[in-house]
């Protein structure tokens, strides 16, 4: 009989036992990005699960839920043409079997500004189902990408206080030639909202200060929920008619 009373000791033996599965998480509408992230699972991975579910508990505005874009068979020609292993879609019924009596809550300070302030309740349904999914597929690694940043470090964050056995990898932001990094929410944009999208990437990737940004942004019709800088890293959000977007990124210092 084998005595464990350390908590790194178990997850050693745990880790040996366990296979090895890639876990990449999605709400669909897939794109360079998502890609990119599935790459990486599979170059690491023997398994790679590409989960698709649109998770009602982070959305905070009705409206944003109902025109998430749904291409379904779209995004299954997609992950069989990369190479995915499993697609995972489940039902919201079954995942919330108990409806959203339990949640995860995180008074984290990186919940104190831009995302967490912005848009109430959406960490806690982002790290709600995160923790679902790293339950039910029990992943080696799983992937997400720096668009996200807070939401990674705060998976990163629950991952660790959690003992979740998983490594969660940030991959790089893709982004098109135009300096717009991609988003599922991009294929909401007609041409001139996708102009006015790509203006609001090169304004804030353009060295100016927050205060000539914002000018900039507003004389464009571009309407600012917040631009700020933490720890080195620029976060944007911004709303061009009903379409949210985001970006970061770190500022480089010479
Ligand atoms: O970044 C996303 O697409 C979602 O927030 C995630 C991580 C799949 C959770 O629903």
Do not use: W
Request: glycine letters at 4%.
């Amino acid at each position: 009989m084998k005595l464990i009373t350390s908590v790194s000791e178990l997850q050693i033996l745990q880790k040996e036992l366990c296979g090895s599965i890639g876990l990449v998480a999605t709400m669909g509408c897939l794109h360079e990005g998502h890609a990119a992230l599935v790459k990486e699972s599979i170059a690491a991975n023997k398994i790679t699960i590409l989960s698709i579910f649109v998770n009602p508990t982070q959305f905070n505005n009705a409206n944003d839920l109902k025109n998430y874009p749904k291409p379904i068979d779209e995004d299954l020609k997609i992950a069989r043409k990369l190479g995915v292993d499993i697609v995972f879609m489940p039902q919201p019924e079954e995942l919330y079997p108990n409806k959203y009596h339990f949640k995860i809550t995180a008074t984290d300070p990186l919940t104190t500004y831009c995302e967490g302030v912005s848009r109430p309740g959406h960490y806690e349904g982002v790290l709600s189902i995160i923790m679902k999914l790293l339950n039910l597929i029990r992943p080696k690694k799983a992937y997400f990408g720096e668009k996200d940043f807070q939401q990674y470090t705060l998976i990163k964050r629950m991952a660790q206080s959690f003992f979740i056995d998983t490594e969660i990898v940030l991959c790089a932001t893709i982004r098109e030639p135009s300096g717009l990094a991609l988003s599922s929410r991009n294929a909401r944009l007609n041409t001139e909202q996708k102009e006015r999208a790509v203006f609001f990437a090169k304004t804030i990737q353009g060295n100016l200060t927050i205060e000539k940004m914002k000018h900039q942004l507003k004389t464009h019709d571009i309407q600012i929920d917040y631009i700020e800088l933490h720890d080195n890293r620029l976060y944007a959000a911004v709303i061009i008619d009903d379409i949210r977007l985001i970006d970061t990124f770190t500022i480089k210092t010479t």
